[in-house]
């Protein structure tokens, strides 16, 4: 045999085992259950004696606990996988709604710089403008009733310093 058969072979054997794992406990279930009729010493019709049996049946005792505790453990796994992934659900759902609230923030404050520009404009056009309510009483002190483009009028120095004044300040 070659080593590629060879190795073929250990193969089918490893997998022949494992697939008669279930089968040989139920050989040494059935050997023993015949070994607890029987309660010799030493059974002449077999090659094992009660010590062994005992052994055998006590390691077939700690795999079903073994198996239950694996069943056991693997319906922990499952709930904490399913409650991990539920955790990375909401993890997904905060990260978008922090997303969502980053929007919105930036949106904001565009509008409030918008506003800030548009009240700091107002502002300064206020600044640099001469109230109409100051205007009118200067022409009030005028007396004149209609101003035509095409007229001329005398206006007295104090006038025209307050005028001067009120454009100097703006």
């Known amino acids: 045999m070659n080593d590629e058969e060879l190795e073929a072979t250990k193969k089918l054997n490893g997998v022949a085992k494992e697939n008669n794992r279930e089968e040989d406990i139920k050989k040494l279930n059935r050997l023993i259950e015949g070994c607890k009729e029987c309660k010799f010493a030493a059974c002449e019709q ?41 955790r990375v659900k909401q993890c997904h759902n905060m990260q978008t709604e922090i997303d969502n609230l980053y929007n919105d923030n930036e949106e904001l404050e565009k509008a409030y710089l918008h506003e800030k520009f548009a009240k700091e404009d107002v502002e300064k056009l206020l600044e640099n403008s001469i109230p109409k309510q100051k205007v009118k009483e200067i022409f009030d002190r005028l007396h004149i009733s209609d101003i035509e483009p095409w007229s001329t009028y005398k206006v007295s120095g104090d006038i025209l310093f307050d005028l001067k004044e009120l454009l100097e300040d703006k």
Do not use: F, G, M, P
Not at 57 to 69: P, V
Not at 75 to 85: C, K, P, V
């Open 46 to 86: 077999c090659e094992i004696n009660w010590t062994e049996v005992q052994a055998i049946e006590h390691i077939l005792a700690e795999r079903e606990e073994d198996k239950k505790k694996i069943d056991k453990l693997e319906e922990s796994y499952e709930e904490q996988n399913d409650e991990l992934w539920e």
